[in-house]
């Protein structure tokens, strides 16, 4: 009569090991840990911000830049919201030379940005965007002091 006892005592403790629920969230939540980030390749380029977003509306947007932002080499214009439609950019520099750039480019979801290689190595003045009015973007401006190969191209 002793072997009953012990292996019903074995079946009970072998059934509840195995019948554990397993601890998969199916119900859409998000975990409050954030995952660690590799750090991924280090760009060529190190672009700083030389204007908030700024609306199309306006037409030409004047935009100060002055010596503190150091020379630049490029500029990118990115379209932040919306649909912007560049007309023309010109660069005024310290020394009083004026670079106009025809861009007749349209930045949106699948154009996000465009690039300009400036002529001179030049600290900037100001830059003047000009843009088309009856669009409802938003864009920002970017300087960078060094070219890489594929801005040249």
């Known amino acids: 009569m002793r072997v009953l006892p012990l292996v019903s005592a074995i079946a009970m403790a072998a059934t509840t090991a195995t019948a554990q629920p397993r601890r998969e969230d199916t119900s859409g939540r998000v975990s409050y840990v954030m995952p660690e980030r590799k750090p991924g390749p280090r760009s060529e380029v190190h672009w700083i911000e030389l204007s908030y977003p700024t609306s199309v509306k306006n037409g030409t947007e004047f935009i100060i830049i002055g010596a503190g ?6 500029l990118r214009i990115d ?10 950019l010109q660069v005024f520099d310290h020394d009083g030379t004026v670079q106009t750039v025809q861009l007749r480019r349209t930045l949106d ?15 900037i003045d100001q830059i003047a965007i000009t ?4 669009t409802q973007g938003k864009y920002t401006v970017h ?11």
Do not use: M, N, P
Request: hydrophobic share 45%; net charge positive.
């Open 79 to 88: 379209a932040y919201a919306g649909t912007v439609i560049l007309l023309r």
């Open 143 to 153: 300087g960078s002091s060094r070219a890489t190969s594929i801005a040249a191209r």
């Open 69 to 74: 932002a150091g020379r630049l080499s490029q």
């Open 109 to 123: 979801r699948t154009h996000r940005s465009v690039v300009i290689d400036l002529f001179a190595w030049k600290a």
């Open 131 to 134: 843009t088309e009015t009856r």
